[in-house]
């Protein structure tokens, strides 16, 4: 295939210069990757064989700019491995794996180049770079440092191989847990089946039936279906087998990810010896604000004795409301959800199936877009007819003080070829080291579709939304003028504080009077029902804290192994879960086999932390706002724009954090928000 028949090497003549999503096939990635990878590679040879000394500009800023065709293209081919990948990507995505780590190994590896980059960063001192330029020096003679430049002959070689080794590894973990979610159906057939079930879930399990091409209704392994099914369904037995097989994605015979997981933690151990550290943990944590394992710990011993005290309590009104149901009171973990929910119900006469009409997919879309022109000034403004790669996808162009500032994809619906979860990627970053390129975002969601009528969303959905939309403002909202500084390019422990202070907005009672309206009738959502949303919002915290806690301790126990090649991480993870006395009928929020946060990558491995990290920092950042008196101030949103929002990498996070609230972050305003202060 020449280059000029493959439309992954042409200029794109798209609206935006968005990819041609129509013309692309997956016959087309590997020969356009194979012409893309030698490219680049001619690129940093003449960075290396400069005849002029190494200056910030010949050598830093001009790798920075180095790639650009190449990245295009590996952020459509990742994307599509994500959001929709048919059989035939898939296979794409097996052997493009090893490749793609292999050339990232040659650039991280390239002795002439690197040798230009550290006598940049060892005059670095005397070259009066500004802020954003000694960013950028620092952050990329780190990512080299890490990723082996330093190591010598069989090291070296042993560094790479190791590299291209576990991009298979993960990759078939990810597509192991795809196939058991877009495989798995519960039927639903008769009317007894469907017992209990509102008519907004009743609608989503037809549409989900639908999809299938099946008859009657479904529960699939959406997070958005099954979730719901486990917290409505009055079949016991039915709660048990979705339970079952929720929790067992990655442990099918036919995909076990248990084996890949092991080599994968023996891998991650010797990478990290190789680089001088004890174990995978202590490499991980240097480069994120944490620092090091300990300082982890010293968060969660503030959290994990009163969660599970709180949880404590929680479990005795469910076993007062099993009794007076005429249930079991001996409480599994397929009974949780659902007396959880009558006991929710009960305590702030809250009625979930009654709450979900005011919250439709697209209201809240409305609403987050609402606080997003209150707070930062701009405007979305939806584009028809444009093509995208599924007919599920929006695109609105982002404007801001009459300017394109620029372009958000939604893809908000679960379908079988694309991963469960939720998150934000991009197709392009936000740079301006040579020529100005605006930033296209993605948000990525699984709500269940709703049927005929609207999609009406859970409260937990909708902070799901805000979430990703604070990720899509973190990417949008990005002003350094360097890509690898660009946007969400931030330390693991900290690129979750710009998306889960955005869904602080989402309980905002202004937000909710103006955009939750009731689908069939068009009133807004009664003030008082706004007060119990707000109310229950610390209840069964314990549950969910103990549920997100211990999977973030078990990970981190598995990274600080300094033997990790013989584990068997079922009888690992039961073990630890002994050890830290999680209770058998809450478990983790996300069992090991199918922990794609921490075996689909490297990202998040020994990293999933973070999320109680960055809420540290974001409760305390919302705090302002409350202190306040106004959800909106505009002085502190111009901060919260210039100092979180577009930033980007560009300035020290501690420093960054500082220069919004004016002090370091306590964990007191977290353990609040939680509920566990007074555990």
Known sequence: MNESSNPLLQDWQT??????????????????????????????????????????????????????????????????????????????????????????????????????????????AALSLSEEQQRLLERLHTDFV???????????????????????????????????????????KTEADLAGLPEFLREAAKSAAQER?????????????????????????????????WTGRG???????RPLAREILALRHEQAQLLGYDSYADYALVDRMAGKPSAVYDLFRQVWEPAKASAREERKALVEQAAALGEPTGIEPWDWYYLAEKVRAERYALDDAQVKPYFSLDAMIG???????????????????????????????????????????????????????????????????????????????????????????????????????????????SDVSYARLSGTQVPRDYVELPSQLMENWATVPEVLAKHARHVKTGEPIPAALIERIRASQTFNQGFDTVAYTSSALIDMALHLQENPAGIDIATFEAEERERLGVPREIGM????????????????????????????????????????????????????HRYIYSAGDSREERAAFRAFRGRDPQAAPMLRKRGLLAA
């Open 251 to 257: 442990e099918t015979p036919e995909r076990d990810n």
């Open 589 to 640: 929020r996300h069992r090991l086999p199918h922990f794609g946060h921490v075996f689909s990558g490297s990202y998040y491995a020994a990293g999933y932390y973070v999320y109680m990290w960055a809420e540290v920092l974001e409760a305390e950042a919302f705090d302002a706002f409350e202190e306040a008196g106004n959800a909106f101030d505009p002085a502190l949103a111009e901060k919260l």
């Open 367 to 477: 609403a987050m877009f609402d606080c997003a022109g209150r707070l930062f000034g701009l405007q979305f403004v939806e584009q028809a007819g444009v093509p995208l790669y599924h007919p599920d996808v929006r695109v609105w162009e982002v404007r801001g003080d009459g300017e394109l500032v620029g372009i958000f994809l939604g893809d908000n619906y679960a379908r079988p070829n694309k991963q469960g979860g939720a998150w934000m990627s991009v197709y392009r970053h936000q740079s301006k080291n040579g020529s100005k390129s605006i930033p296209i975002v993605v948000n990525n969601n699984n709500f269940a579709r709703g049927g005929d009528g609207p999609t009406l969303l859970g409260f937990d959905d909708v902070r799901t939304l805000f979430h990703e939309f604070g990720h899509g403002l973190h990417g949008l909202l």
């Open 15 to 124: 609206p935006y210069q968005l990819p041609p999503f129509a013309q692309i096939q997956p016959e087309h990635f590997i020969p356009a990757f194979t012409t893309l990878f030698a490219e680049h590679l001619a690129e940093i040879d003449a960075l290396a064989t400069n005849s002029a000394a190494p200056t910030f500009d010949n050598t830093v800023a001009a790798f920075d700019a180095a790639g650009a065709r190449l990245q295009r293209v590996q952020l459509v081919f990742e994307n599509l491995c994500s959001s929709e990948a048919p059989p035939e990507l898939q296979a794409v995505e097996r052997d493009m794996a090893p490749l793609l780590a292999a050339h990232a190994s040659k650039v991280s590896m390239h002795a002439g180049f690197f040798a230009r980059l550290d006598a940049v960063h060892r005059q670095a």
């Open 146 to 188: 890490r990723t082996g430049a330093t190591l010598k002959g069989a090291a070296r070689e042993r560094f790479a191989a190791i590299a291209e080794r576990l991009a298979n590894l993960q990759t078939q973990f990810a597509q192991n847990v795809l196939a058991d979610e877009s495989s798995y159906q519960l039927p639903l």
């Open 213 to 245: 091409g099946v008859d009657g209704h479904a529960i699939t392994l959406s997070r958005s279906l099954v979730l719901p099914f486990l917290t409505w369904s009055t079949r016991r037995d039915l709660r048990e087998a979705a339970w079952r097989a």
